[in-house]
Protein backbone atom coordinates (compact mmCIF):
# COMPACT_ATOMS: atom_id res chain seq x y z
CA UNK A 1 0.00 0.00 0.00
CA UNK A 2 0.81 3.53 -0.82
CA UNK A 3 2.93 5.22 2.35
CA UNK A 4 1.86 8.76 0.97
CA UNK A 5 -1.21 10.19 -0.24
CA UNK A 6 -1.69 13.50 -1.95
CA UNK A 7 -4.44 15.85 -1.77
CA UNK A 8 -5.77 16.88 -4.13
CA UNK A 9 -5.25 14.54 -7.06
CA UNK A 10 -5.70 17.07 -9.08
CA UNK A 11 -5.26 20.86 -9.35
CA UNK A 12 -6.09 23.80 -11.51
CA UNK A 13 -4.97 27.42 -11.32
CA UNK A 14 -4.27 30.98 -13.07
CA UNK A 15 -0.95 32.03 -12.90
CA UNK A 16 0.34 34.24 -10.37
CA UNK A 17 -1.70 32.55 -7.74
CA UNK A 18 -0.38 30.41 -5.09
CA UNK A 19 -0.56 26.39 -5.31
CA UNK A 20 -0.73 24.08 -2.10
CA UNK A 21 -0.67 20.63 -2.16
CA UNK A 22 -0.95 18.16 1.06
CA UNK A 23 0.53 15.03 1.45
CA UNK A 24 -0.16 12.64 4.53
CA UNK A 25 1.58 9.13 5.09
CA UNK A 26 1.04 6.68 8.06
CA UNK A 27 4.24 5.34 9.63
CA UNK A 28 7.60 7.21 11.33
CA UNK A 29 9.22 9.06 9.00
CA UNK A 30 13.48 10.08 9.23
CA UNK A 31 12.33 12.64 6.59
CA UNK A 32 10.11 13.56 3.92
CA UNK A 33 10.55 14.69 0.09
CA UNK A 34 9.26 16.50 -2.44
CA UNK A 35 9.36 15.46 -6.19
CA UNK A 36 8.72 16.83 -9.73
CA UNK A 37 7.63 15.09 -12.60
CA UNK A 38 6.77 16.15 -16.06
CA UNK A 39 4.49 14.62 -18.31
CA UNK A 40 6.83 11.41 -19.42
CA UNK A 41 9.76 11.98 -17.85
CA UNK A 42 11.63 11.15 -14.89
CA UNK A 43 10.90 12.63 -11.03
CA UNK A 44 12.65 15.65 -10.30
CA UNK A 45 13.77 16.19 -6.80
CA UNK A 46 12.33 19.56 -5.15
CA UNK A 47 12.93 19.78 -1.29
CA UNK A 48 13.84 17.87 1.45
CA UNK A 49 12.49 18.39 4.94
CA UNK A 50 14.21 16.05 7.64
CA UNK A 51 11.81 14.90 10.52
CA UNK A 52 13.42 17.12 13.51
CA UNK A 53 12.79 20.10 11.05
CA UNK A 54 9.09 22.29 10.58
CA UNK A 55 9.42 24.16 7.47
CA UNK A 56 11.37 24.67 4.74
CA UNK A 57 11.84 27.18 1.99
CA UNK A 58 13.27 26.70 -1.71
CA UNK A 59 12.96 29.85 -4.08
CA UNK A 60 9.05 29.79 -4.39
CA UNK A 61 8.90 26.42 -2.30
CA UNK A 62 7.50 25.96 1.10
CA UNK A 63 7.31 23.41 2.64
CA UNK A 64 5.78 22.28 5.99
CA UNK A 65 5.76 18.96 8.34
CA UNK A 66 3.85 18.00 11.11
CA UNK A 67 4.79 14.91 12.29
CA UNK A 68 2.28 14.90 15.01
CA UNK A 69 -0.45 15.05 12.31
CA UNK A 70 1.81 12.48 9.97
CA UNK A 71 1.32 15.55 7.13
CA UNK A 72 3.13 17.95 5.15
CA UNK A 73 2.59 20.32 2.41
CA UNK A 74 4.11 22.18 -0.54
CA UNK A 75 3.19 25.38 -1.40
CA UNK A 76 3.91 27.38 -4.80
CA UNK A 77 4.03 30.90 -4.72
CA UNK A 78 3.29 32.82 -7.58
CA UNK A 79 2.61 29.61 -9.82
CA UNK A 80 4.24 29.95 -13.43
CA UNK A 81 2.47 27.88 -16.53
CA UNK A 82 5.70 25.82 -16.49
CA UNK A 83 4.77 24.77 -12.90
CA UNK A 84 2.56 22.51 -15.01
CA UNK A 85 3.74 19.44 -13.92
CA UNK A 86 2.47 16.26 -11.12
CA UNK A 87 3.86 16.76 -7.71
CA UNK A 88 4.56 13.37 -5.23
CA UNK A 89 5.54 13.34 -1.54
CA UNK A 90 8.22 10.54 -0.51
CA UNK A 91 9.35 9.47 2.72
CA UNK A 92 12.04 7.57 3.92
CA UNK A 93 10.95 4.98 5.99
CA UNK A 94 12.32 5.10 9.76
CA UNK A 95 13.03 1.68 11.37
CA UNK A 96 15.47 2.48 14.07
CA UNK A 97 18.34 3.00 11.82
CA UNK A 98 19.23 3.91 8.31
CA UNK A 99 16.61 2.45 5.74
CA UNK A 100 16.90 3.00 2.06
CA UNK A 101 13.53 2.52 0.85
CA UNK A 102 11.85 5.87 -0.23
CA UNK A 103 8.07 5.51 -0.41
CA UNK A 104 6.27 7.66 -2.98
CA UNK A 105 2.87 9.27 -2.78
CA UNK A 106 0.15 9.10 -5.63
CA UNK A 107 0.67 12.25 -6.31
CA UNK A 108 -0.93 15.75 -7.72
CA UNK A 109 -1.33 16.79 -11.02
CA UNK A 110 -1.01 20.50 -10.94
CA UNK A 111 -2.24 22.88 -14.15
CA UNK A 112 -1.16 26.43 -14.39
CA UNK A 113 -3.67 28.20 -16.97
CA UNK A 114 -1.77 31.06 -18.36
CA UNK B 1 29.47 14.98 -12.54
CA UNK B 2 26.95 12.26 -11.91
CA UNK B 3 24.84 11.32 -14.52
CA UNK B 4 22.40 8.10 -15.29
CA UNK B 5 21.31 6.26 -18.44
CA UNK B 6 18.36 4.03 -18.97
CA UNK B 7 17.38 2.62 -21.81
CA UNK B 8 15.20 1.85 -23.98
CA UNK B 9 13.08 4.80 -23.86
CA UNK B 10 10.50 2.97 -25.61
CA UNK B 11 9.64 -0.62 -25.65
CA UNK B 12 6.56 -2.51 -27.31
CA UNK B 13 6.91 -6.51 -26.70
CA UNK B 14 4.07 -9.20 -27.02
CA UNK B 15 2.67 -10.77 -23.52
CA UNK B 16 5.05 -14.01 -22.70
CA UNK B 17 7.95 -12.73 -24.42
CA UNK B 18 11.34 -11.54 -22.09
CA UNK B 19 12.39 -8.16 -20.88
CA UNK B 20 15.11 -6.26 -20.94
CA UNK B 21 15.77 -2.71 -19.11
CA UNK B 22 19.19 -1.49 -18.47
CA UNK B 23 20.10 1.24 -15.72
CA UNK B 24 23.79 2.57 -15.64
CA UNK B 25 25.58 5.08 -13.39
CA UNK B 26 28.26 7.74 -14.46
CA UNK B 27 30.20 9.54 -11.83
CA UNK B 28 30.19 8.03 -8.49
CA UNK B 29 30.67 4.62 -6.65
CA UNK B 30 28.55 1.84 -4.66
CA UNK B 31 25.54 4.10 -5.11
CA UNK B 32 21.68 2.89 -3.95
CA UNK B 33 19.92 1.75 -7.10
CA UNK B 34 16.05 1.56 -7.46
CA UNK B 35 13.92 0.40 -9.93
CA UNK B 36 10.24 1.84 -9.72
CA UNK B 37 7.35 1.60 -11.70
CA UNK B 38 4.45 3.47 -12.70
CA UNK B 39 1.24 2.51 -13.90
CA UNK B 40 -0.51 5.23 -16.17
CA UNK B 41 -1.73 8.26 -13.75
CA UNK B 42 -0.89 6.51 -10.83
CA UNK B 43 2.12 7.15 -8.29
CA UNK B 44 5.36 4.97 -8.28
CA UNK B 45 5.94 1.72 -6.53
CA UNK B 46 9.27 0.05 -5.41
CA UNK B 47 10.12 -2.87 -6.77
CA UNK B 48 13.48 -3.77 -6.15
CA UNK B 49 16.64 -1.78 -4.81
CA UNK B 50 20.41 -2.55 -4.22
CA UNK B 51 22.83 -1.73 -2.03
CA UNK B 52 25.70 -2.89 -3.94
CA UNK B 53 26.88 -5.52 -6.24
CA UNK B 54 24.53 -9.14 -6.12
CA UNK B 55 22.65 -7.60 -3.24
CA UNK B 56 18.80 -7.00 -4.68
CA UNK B 57 15.97 -6.46 -2.12
CA UNK B 58 12.27 -7.60 -3.74
CA UNK B 59 9.61 -5.80 -2.74
CA UNK B 60 6.99 -7.03 -4.85
CA UNK B 61 6.19 -10.46 -5.81
CA UNK B 62 6.01 -10.72 -9.41
CA UNK B 63 7.06 -11.92 -12.70
CA UNK B 64 9.93 -9.56 -12.66
CA UNK B 65 13.49 -9.74 -11.38
CA UNK B 66 16.50 -8.00 -11.05
CA UNK B 67 20.35 -7.90 -11.04
CA UNK B 68 23.38 -5.58 -10.18
CA UNK B 69 26.27 -7.32 -12.36
CA UNK B 70 28.63 -4.10 -11.62
CA UNK B 71 28.89 -1.80 -9.47
CA UNK B 72 26.97 0.64 -11.60
CA UNK B 73 24.59 -1.42 -13.51
CA UNK B 74 21.26 -2.14 -12.69
CA UNK B 75 19.10 -4.36 -14.73
CA UNK B 76 15.76 -5.44 -14.45
CA UNK B 77 14.19 -8.40 -16.20
CA UNK B 78 11.48 -10.62 -17.23
CA UNK B 79 11.32 -14.02 -18.40
CA UNK B 80 7.51 -14.10 -19.36
CA UNK B 81 5.65 -10.73 -19.70
CA UNK B 82 1.83 -10.35 -18.67
CA UNK B 83 -0.50 -7.35 -19.80
CA UNK B 84 -0.09 -6.15 -16.00
CA UNK B 85 3.57 -5.49 -16.68
CA UNK B 86 2.93 -2.31 -19.06
CA UNK B 87 3.72 0.78 -17.25
CA UNK B 88 6.37 3.37 -16.95
CA UNK B 89 9.45 2.06 -15.49
CA UNK B 90 11.96 4.12 -13.72
CA UNK B 91 15.71 3.80 -12.56
CA UNK B 92 16.96 5.65 -9.59
CA UNK B 93 20.58 6.26 -7.76
CA UNK B 94 21.27 7.92 -4.73
CA UNK B 95 24.25 8.11 -2.11
CA UNK B 96 25.07 5.19 -0.15
CA UNK B 97 24.25 5.97 3.36
CA UNK B 98 26.33 4.63 6.18
CA UNK B 99 24.37 4.55 9.25
CA UNK B 100 24.60 8.53 9.75
CA UNK B 101 22.87 10.67 7.81
CA UNK B 102 25.55 12.06 4.43
CA UNK B 103 24.11 14.80 2.72
CA UNK B 104 22.33 14.49 -0.51
CA UNK B 105 22.32 10.42 0.38
CA UNK B 106 18.74 10.62 0.44
CA UNK B 107 17.58 12.02 -2.71
CA UNK B 108 17.14 10.00 -6.00
CA UNK B 109 17.95 11.07 -9.13
CA UNK B 110 15.82 9.33 -11.59
CA UNK B 111 16.23 8.41 -15.19
CA UNK B 112 14.04 9.42 -17.81
CA UNK B 113 12.32 6.04 -17.86
CA UNK B 114 11.34 3.07 -20.15
CA UNK B 115 7.54 3.29 -21.40
CA UNK B 116 6.90 -0.97 -21.72
CA UNK B 117 3.76 -1.23 -23.53
CA UNK B 118 2.56 -5.09 -23.30
CA UNK B 119 0.02 -6.49 -26.28
Known amino acids: SQQGEEDPQALSIQEGENATMNCSYK?????LQWYRQNSGRGLVHLIL?????REKHSGRLRVTLDTSKKSSSLLITASRAADTASYFC??????????????FGTGTLLAVQP | SQTIHQWPATLVQPVGSPLSLECTVE??????LYWYRQAAGRGLQLLFY??????ISSEVPQNLSASRPQDRQFILSSKKLLLSDSGFYLC??????????????????FGAGSRLTVL
Open chain 1, 90 to 103: ATRLYYGGATNKLI
Open chain 1, 27 to 31: TSINN
Open chain 1, 49 to 53: IRSNE
Open chain 2, 27 to 32: GTSNPN
Open chain 2, 50 to 55: SVGIGQ
Open chain 2, 92 to 109: AWSLTIFGTEVTGANVLT
